[in-house]
């Protein structure tokens, strides 16, 4: 899977027109359909979906609970898995509280509920604290838009989209959303501890904002964006004046 940030829809609509193969004439494109956009204070959608176990599962019936929403597909061996890895440290670092962990299947035309079921026992996702989603396409789509995420089949097996992780508050609303991939297990566990009232660290959700912020203004220097992207940032910057001045002090000595 190839991953973009905010700037990928502009690469995301570049990819669509210049896709090798056009739409054949009269073909459905599903960017024609406009659908309004879940925000922060938002409800979800009544999507019904079918988890890993092959039981019907709403995102409703998880009220009470803190919930991170990721977004995979089955055939992804490159950040799918990175992101559902992070997503055990998670778990591990929750335990059986009140939270919720959801991946929902961006690629449901193939991930119907023997692929689900077979991605999460390669990757032991355990339901029902974990839950590995899937669906009718056609509503399991309409869900993905409506969160935000963007998706393209470029290839056999490759889908281009964008990463994001929803959160959702404990009263079923959209609490905030988490784009791009570099954020770490312990910000978002604390993250979803203080979405349930639990004690967490400030200084953990204060890095998740702040990675979520930098991947907004285009992605991570290193590959993390938080706090040790602020701190390279502050050292490029401070740099970038000393050199000034020295340049500067260097000309007025040889005029002198």
């Known amino acids: 899977m190839r991953r973009f940030g905010v700037l990928g829809a502009l690469t995301l609509a570049?990819?669509?027109?210049?896709?090798?193969?056009?739409?054949?004439?009269?073909?459905?494109?599903?960017?024609?359909?406009?659908?309004?956009?879940?925000?922060?204070?938002?409800?979800?959608?009544?999507?019904?979906?079918?988890?890993?176990?092959?039981?019907?599962?709403?995102?409703?019936?998880?009220?009470?609970?803190?919930?991170?929403?990721?977004?995979?597909?089955?055939?992804?061996?490159?950040?799918?898995?990175?992101?559902?890895?992070?997503?055990?440290?998670?778990?591990?670092?929750?335990?059986?509280?009140?939270?919720?962990?959801?991946?929902?299947?961006?690629?449901?035309?193939?991930?119907?509920?023997?692929?689900?079921?077979?991605?999460?026992?390669?990757?032991?996702?355990?339901?029902?604290?974990?839950?590995?989603?899937?669906?009718?396409?056609?509503?399991?789509?309409?869900?993905?838009?409506?969160?935000?995420?963007?998706?393209?089949?470029?290839?056999?097996?490759?889908i281009v989209h964008n990463d994001r992780v929803v959160l959702i508050s404990p009263d079923g609303a959209v609490a905030d959303t988490v784009d791009g991939a570099s954020w770490t297990p312990a910000d978002l566990a604390a993250q979803l501890r203080h979405l349930s009232g639990m004690s967490s660290s400030p200084l953990a959700r204060f890095d998740l904002a702040l990675g979520a912020a930098v991947a907004f203004c285009g992605g991570a220097l290193s590959g993390r964006a938080g706090i040790g992207d602020l701190l390279v940032s502050i050292a490029v910057f401070a740099a970038g004046i000393w050199l000034f001045v020295w340049l500067v002090r260097r000309t007025s000595a040889a005029r002198a």
């Not at 399991?140 to 995420?149: A, K, L, Q, T």
Request: with cysteine.
């Open 14 to 158: 570049m990819a669509v027109a210049g896709a090798a193969t056009p739409l054949a004439a009269g073909a459905d494109n599903p960017f024609d359909h406009v659908v309004p956009l879940v925000g922060v204070g938002d409800q979800l959608p009544a999507t019904a979906f079918v988890d890993q176990r092959g039981r019907r599962v709403a995102l409703s019936d998880l009220r009470g609970d803190a919930v991170a929403i990721a977004f995979v597909y089955t055939r992804c061996r490159d950040a799918c898995p990175v992101i559902t890895r992070k997503f055990a440290q998670v778990r591990a670092l929750l335990g059986d509280g009140p939270f919720r962990l959801v991946e929902v299947t961006i690629d449901p035309a193939h991930d119907d509920a023997r692929a689900m079921a077979a991605y999460a026992r390669e990757y032991r996702i355990d339901a029902p604290m974990w839950l590995a989603l899937t669906g009718v396409p056609a509503d399991v789509d309409d869900f993905n838009r409506r969160m935000g995420v963007q998706a393209i089949q470029t290839g056999r097996d490759v």
